[in-house]
């Protein structure tokens, strides 16, 4: 889609008004009326809105829809690229723009650069394309947001954002990926790369081909620690260096960076294992038939810090390679995150088996060992209850009374019949003796 920025200039604050305005009333109107536009430009006449929205009409920066059965008007795309560019000049990120540098399914690249002449990259999304129309249905953060009312304008936007935040978490990190610097709407500002795609790698001979294979692998497995798979790792979206920093210098290697993550989801997504797989064969199948390289598993190696020639395995495996080592997916909310590691969940489900098992069997033998139950209790309850009768009770507070008379008795007549314990209490000779003649009798 053509970019044509040359009447940006002419524009004044009051229109820029009046397409916001159009831009806010565009959340919840296809078409937004006249009224509301007015209303939400904070302009006092109305015949000053009507002079803005007849200006932007002719820079075809808003449309009016055919058959309407209001008077209303639409934003284009040419309208949110001036509102996302308009932003980046007020932020001093973007000064200059330049041609196009290509042209992709779901979005153009542009020439651009900053005040102090530092060549850029705009990357200006445009979903919505004959030939991409699909794109709701293969993302997940893009398919719980398009409902019915929802424009394409909204998807690029929120797939840029998506993207804008994948590039800065992952170049903090140290991936080898270009260094984004703004987003504004549906359109990301970042570093320019010199060189060109993977697919003209064919054309580069002095090029170490076996390194470049298990670094792209590396990177690929690095990701994956990370928490994400990339789901579009191929020639295409691979950028070769055309050369390298003074410490980087080797005229072999030229180095690499990676491009496109709106579509990146988590290892934990239902189908990781596919798509990480789908990405490892795009590059076995490039390197294969383009570059004529095919390396086989040797197992008298060693060395499993890379992949190919010279090392163990030829190429990463989802369940033996990835091992979880950070949680961008989580700090990103890639698509099939899950708050629960795997682990959580599996123990949770096992805890609950358990319980579920346990559960059974006591409503299993509850039935057979109610009768037995009853019975041992019935029978401990009322043994408790004869033997702690009334009758009892009465008996030996009457022997304890009788026996403390005799004792105050021997004491106040001083007869000699009394012997002390060891506790200090006084015991009657007779119960001694008495006693005694049982044991004599046995």
Same mark, same amino acid.
């Given at each position: 889609?053509?970019?044509?920025?040359?009447?940006?200039?002419?524009?004044?604050?009051?229109?820029?008004?009046?397409?916001?305005?159009?831009?806010?009333? @565009?959340?919840?109107?296809?078409?937004?009326?006249? @009224?509301?536009?007015?209303?939400? #430009?904070?302009?006092? @006449?109305?015949?000053?809105?009507?002079?803005?929205?007849?200006?932007?009409?002719?820079?075809?920066?808003?449309?009016?829809?055919?058959?309407?059965?209001?008077?209303?008007?639409?934003?284009?795309?040419?309208?949110?690229?001036?509102?996302?560019?308009?932003?980046?000049?007020?932020?001093?990120?973007?000064?200059?723009?330049?041609?196009?540098?290509?042209?992709?399914?779901?979005?153009?690249?542009?020439?651009? #650069?900053?005040?102090?002449?530092?060549?850029?990259?705009?990357?200006?999304?445009?979903?919505?394309?004959?030939?991409?129309?699909?794109?709701?249905?293969?993302?997940?953060?893009?398919?719980?947001?398009?409902?019915?009312?929802?424009?394409?304008?909204?998807?690029?936007?929120?797939?840029?954002? !998506?993207?804008?935040?994948?590039?800065?978490?992952?170049?903090?990190?140290?991936?080898?990926?270009?260094?984004?610097?703004?987003?504004?709407?549906?359109?990301?500002?970042?570093?320019?790369?010199?060189?060109?795609?993977?697919?003209?790698? !064919?054309?580069?001979?002095?090029?170490?081909?076996?390194?470049?294979?298990?670094?792209?692998?590396?990177?690929?497995?690095?990701?994956?620690?990370?928490?994400?798979?990339?789901?579009?790792?191929?020639?295409?979206?691979?950028?070769?260096?055309?050369?390298?920093?003074?410490?980087?210098?080797?005229?072999?290697?030229?180095?690499?960076?990676?491009?496109?993550?709106?579509?990146?989801?988590?290892?934990?997504?239902?189908?990781?294992?596919?798509?990480?797989?789908?990405?490892?064969?795009?590059?076995?199948?490039?390197?294969?038939? !383009?570059?004529?390289?095919?390396?086989?598993?040797?197992?008298?190696?060693?060395?499993?810090?890379?992949?190919?020639?010279?090392?163990?395995?030829?190429?990463?495996?989802?369940?033996?390679?990835?091992?979880?080592?950070?949680?961008?997916?989580?700090?990103?909310?890639?698509?099939?995150? #899950?708050?629960?590691?795997?682990?959580?969940?599996?123990?949770?489900?096992?805890?609950?088996?358990?319980?579920?098992?346990?559960?059974?069997?006591?409503?299993?033998?509850?039935?057979?060992?109610?009768?037995?139950?009853?019975?041992?209790?019935?029978?401990?309850?009322?043994?408790?209850?004869?033997?702690?009768?009334?009758?009892?009770?009465?008996?030996?507070?009457?022997?304890?009374?009788?026996?403390?008379?005799?004792?105050?008795?021997?004491?106040?007549?001083?007869?000699?019949?009394?012997?002390?314990?060891?506790?200090?209490?006084?015991?009657?000779?007779?119960?001694?003796?008495?006693?005694?003649?049982?044991?004599?009798?046995?």
């Amino acid at each position: 889609m053509k970019l044509d920025t040359s009447h940006m200039r002419y524009l004044t604050a009051e229109d820029f008004q009046v397409l916001h305005a159009v831009e806010r009333g @565009s959340t919840n109107h296809e078409v937004v009326p006249t @009224s509301l536009i007015h209303q939400l #430009s904070g302009l006092r @006449s109305m015949s000053g809105t009507g002079r803005c929205i007849s200006d932007l009409a002719k820079l075809k920066l808003i449309s009016r829809l055919r058959n309407a059965s209001y008077d209303g008007y639409r934003l284009t795309y040419n309208g949110i690229d001036y509102l996302a560019l308009k932003t980046m000049l007020d932020r001093d990120t973007v000064y200059s723009i330049g041609g196009p540098m290509g042209v992709g399914k779901e979005s153009d690249i542009f020439r651009a #650069s900053d005040k102090e002449g530092t060549a850029k990259v705009l990357k200006i999304h445009r979903l919505g394309r004959t030939s991409f129309h699909t794109v709701r249905n293969k993302r997940d953060y893009l398919r719980k947001n398009a409902k019915n009312g929802v424009n394409w304008m909204f998807l690029s936007k929120l797939a840029a954002a !998506k993207e804008f935040q994948f590039m800065t978490l992952l170049y903090a990190k140290g991936f080898n990926i270009p260094e984004p610097f703004d987003n504004s709407r549906h359109i990301i500002m970042m570093a320019m790369v010199e060189g060109y795609t993977m697919t003209r790698l !064919k054309y580069h001979k002095n090029i170490n081909i076996p390194k470049l294979y298990s670094d792209l692998m590396n990177f690929i497995v690095k990701l994956g620690k990370s928490g994400l798979i990339h789901c579009d790792f191929n020639e295409f979206n691979i950028m070769i260096k055309n050369s390298l920093g003074a410490e980087e210098s080797n005229e072999n290697d030229l180095g690499f960076l990676v491009i496109d993550f709106p579509q990146c989801i988590s290892i934990q997504h239902p189908e990781a294992d596919f798509y990480f797989k789908r990405d490892v064969d795009c590059i076995r199948r490039f390197f294969k038939k !383009k570059m004529k390289y095919e390396p086989v598993a040797d197992p008298t190696m060693l060395d499993v810090d890379g992949f190919g020639d010279g090392y163990k395995y030829p190429y990463p495996d989802f369940h033996r390679d990835i091992v979880r080592e950070d949680n961008l997916d989580e700090l990103l909310q890639a698509s099939g995150f #899950s708050k629960k590691h795997p682990s959580d969940r599996a123990l949770e489900e096992a805890v609950q088996s358990m319980r579920d098992h346990e559960e059974e069997e006591e409503e299993g033998s509850q039935d057979e060992n109610l009768e037995e139950s009853e019975e041992d209790y019935d029978e401990y309850y009322y043994d408790s209850e004869e033997g702690d009768s009334e009758e009892d009770g009465d008996s030996d507070t009457d022997s304890l009374a009788e026996e403390n008379e005799k004792i105050v008795e021997a004491l106040t007549t001083g007869v000699g019949n009394l012997k002390m314990d060891k506790l200090g209490n006084y015991i009657l000779e007779e119960e001694e003796e008495e006693s005694d003649e049982v044991e004599n009798s046995e």
